[in-house]
């Protein structure tokens, strides 16, 4: 499949929160500011996000860890739906050129599910349907586009 069609190899995994960690890592960059007479260092400090959620009963068999890269409100017993971008990628060969082109020729082809994941999008679940959304813009936009 092509790299467009990356869409087409999510897959969703549905179940119950066995246990949950938050991990938080500090972030600074620093950064420097052109001005009259010289540059001016400016350092910024932020904060990184990663969640590890354990699947438990009635989840898939396959998949016992989902990670997520930020921060969502999911608790232990809590009911999910994890969207998962099953694919593997394959360098394509070029014939004219006889030589491997990553980029241009790379096609992508589902492969099975790991037993750790990394989800771009988690839904919480109750009986009323999805109560939280959260996303992962980035891994999102790689996989559809902004």
């Not at 491997?100 to 349907?129: M, Q, S, W």
Request: hydrophobic letters at 35%; glycine letters at 8%.
């Amino acid at each position: 499949m092509e790299k467009q069609n990356l869409k087409e190899l999510v897959s969703s995994v549905e179940g119950h929160v066995a246990g949950s960690t938050i991990s938080v890592e500090a972030v600074y960059a620093e950064r420097g500011i052109p001005m009259m007479g010289g540059t001016v260092r400016m350092s910024e400090a932020g904060q990184k996000y990663q969640t590890k959620l354990k699947m438990g009963i009635n989840s898939s068999d396959e998949v016992e860890e989902i990670i997520f890269n930020g921060f969502c409100n999911i608790e232990n017993g809590d009911s999910i739906r994890a969207y998962i971008l099953r694919a593997s990628e394959k360098i394509g060969y070029h014939e004219k050129t006889n030589i491997y082109d990553k980029g241009r020729h790379t096609i992508y082809e589902r492969r099975p599910f790991n037993k750790t994941e990394v989800a771009f999008k988690i839904e919480k679940l109750n009986e009323n349907g999805v109560a939280a959304s959260y996303l992962d813009k980035r891994l999102h936009d790689a996989i559809y586009g902004k």
